[in-house]
């Protein structure tokens, strides 16, 4: 449940990042929390009491209930690798956006935009 | 938009104060409904999950459950993130070639080496060992924690040390840059990303051309053991998302760069309220 709590804790820090904070860079970042906030649900999902990493070692057949469950470290895995170059596409944009605007001030831009 | 233009911060702090901690309430209520952490008889374990664990090592040849689940069991979907990942640097590059700036100049990164004795040999005895790994982390995939992903964004990093001191790559246009590039150049990287992605699609179709369905890797004549067959194919698709994975972050490193010295505004001038 405290893993639960915590996943719930970042989630929510990182919404309110996005919402709140006026630098579009650092709502880029506070999406990042929030990215890692689903990442952390997840992989606590797979957790077994008693069961070790999903990598079969020596031994006999392997049963379901001595290692973790693999599916949610698979698809965490690419949702990291996926959230690091989305990230890379909104730095481009960001950029983009800089050079135009001169700003990344949420407030400033509209300001420019009207 | 017709809020009063700079009275809207402090309503807009006090919503958040009432609004996020409802949020936060609201997700811990109904997290209270899920299976206690760790419960091994909880839905998520009980489904799919034993028969990954207990037949995959038999059925792909690979130790690592992950690994078997995401280039095996899974590899459609695994297809579908190479596929995002690979549009996330052509949208890069799109967004910054539209922008003016060309991406086949010199890429930007520092205009100078650094020419520090320590950061220069650091890297020499760094990258190396980085870029080694990398590989090392791809073909290790089957039977320890790894595979294409971790060992591309690695392979990535690597370049990108090497880029930040010893200054950009040339952009393969025939220009000589002014200062020693290393590592594969913007159209280099562009054209490693597209070779894993059609490499992926290119072994499913093989799959296809031998009798069998789009990624099922049993028919691929490579051997007579089909778990073994299985095994080579996983190890050429995690190499294949190892090759978008490593040519993405350095299409991504070099259009982010050549963008911000197109731009030409000096980075963190900018000073606001609250920033």
């Known amino acids: 449940m405290t893993t639960y709590a915590f996943a719930a804790a970042l989630f929510t820090l990182g919404i309110a990042g996005m919402a709140l904070l006026p630098n579009l860079l650092r709502k880029l970042l506070a999406m990042n929390v929030m990215q890692v906030a689903v990442i952390v649900f997840f992989v606590s999902l797979a957790f077994k009491d008693g069961a070790t990493v999903p990598i079969l070692g020596q031994g006999g057949a392997p049963q379901a209930a001595e290692f973790m469950n693999p599916l949610p470290h698979t698809l965490m895995l690419t949702a990291i690798v996926v959230s690091v170059s989305t990230t890379g596409l909104a730095l481009g944009l960001l950029v983009r956006i800089r050079s135009r605007f001169e700003t990344l001030n949420e407030r400033r831009l509209l300001d420019k935009l009207r | 938009m017709g809020a009063p233009r700079h009275g809207g911060t402090r309503v807009r702090w006090l919503l958040g104060a009432a609004a996020f901690p409802a949020l936060f309430l609201g997700l811990v209520l109904g997290m209270a409904e899920l299976p206690e952490f760790g419960d091994p008889g909880s839905p998520a374990s009980t489904h799919v999950s034993p028969r990954f664990i207990e037949d995959a090592a038999a059925e792909t040849g690979a130790a690592n459950m992950v690994t078997a689940v995401l280039a095996d069991y899974r590899g459609y979907d695994t297809l579908g993130e190479?596929?995002?990942?690979?549009?996330?640097?052509?949208?890069?590059?799109?967004?910054?070639?539209?922008?003016?700036?060309?991406?086949?100049?010199?890429?930007?990164?520092?205009?100078?080496?650094?020419?520090?004795?320590?950061?220069?040999?650091?890297?020499?005895?760094?990258?190396?060992?980085?870029?080694?790994?990398?590989?090392?982390?791809?073909?290790?995939?089957?039977?320890?924690?790894?595979?294409?992903?971790?060992?591309?964004?690695?392979?990535?990093?690597?370049?990108?040390?090497?880029?930040?001191?010893?200054?950009?790559?040339?952009?393969?246009?025939?220009?000589?840059?002014?200062?020693?590039?290393?590592?594969?150049?913007?159209?280099?990287?562009?054209?490693?990303?597209?070779?894993?992605?059609?490499?992926?699609?290119?072994?499913?179709?093989?799959?296809?051309?031998?009798?069998?369905?789009?990624?099922?890797?049993?028919?691929?004549?490579?051997?007579?053991?089909?778990?073994?067959?299985?095994?080579?194919?996983?190890?050429?698709?995690?190499?294949?998302?190892?090759?978008?994975?490593?040519?993405?972050?350095?299409?991504?490193?070099?259009?982010?760069?050549?963008?911000?010295?197109?731009?030409?505004?000096?980075l963190g001038s900018e000073r606001g309220p609250r920033e």
């Open chain 2, 82 to 266: 190479t596929a995002v990942i690979f549009a996330a640097g052509l949208g890069c590059l799109v967004i910054l070639a539209a922008a003016g700036g060309r991406p086949n100049r010199p890429a930007a990164g520092m205009s100078h080496p650094f020419g520090s004795v320590i950061l220069d040999a650091a890297t020499r005895i760094l990258v190396p060992v980085v870029l080694l790994f990398a590989v090392y982390v791809l073909i290790h995939g089957h039977i320890s924690p790894g595979g294409g992903f971790q060992g591309g964004v690695l392979f990535g990093s690597g370049l990108i040390m090497m880029r930040l001191v010893w200054g950009p790559a040339h952009a393969g246009d025939g220009q000589q840059p002014e200062v020693p590039a290393f590592g594969p150049s913007l159209r280099g990287s562009l054209i490693l990303a597209c070779a894993g992605i059609l490499g992926y699609a290119g072994i499913g179709l093989a799959a296809m051309a031998f009798g069998g369905e789009f990624l099922n890797y049993g028919t691929l004549p490579l051997g007579s053991d089909p778990a073994h067959v299985r095994e080579l194919a996983t190890l050429g698709i995690e190499a294949a998302v190892f090759l978008t994975v490593a040519g993405t972050v350095g299409v991504l490193f070099d259009t982010i760069s050549i963008g911000m010295r197109e731009s030409g505004v000096p």
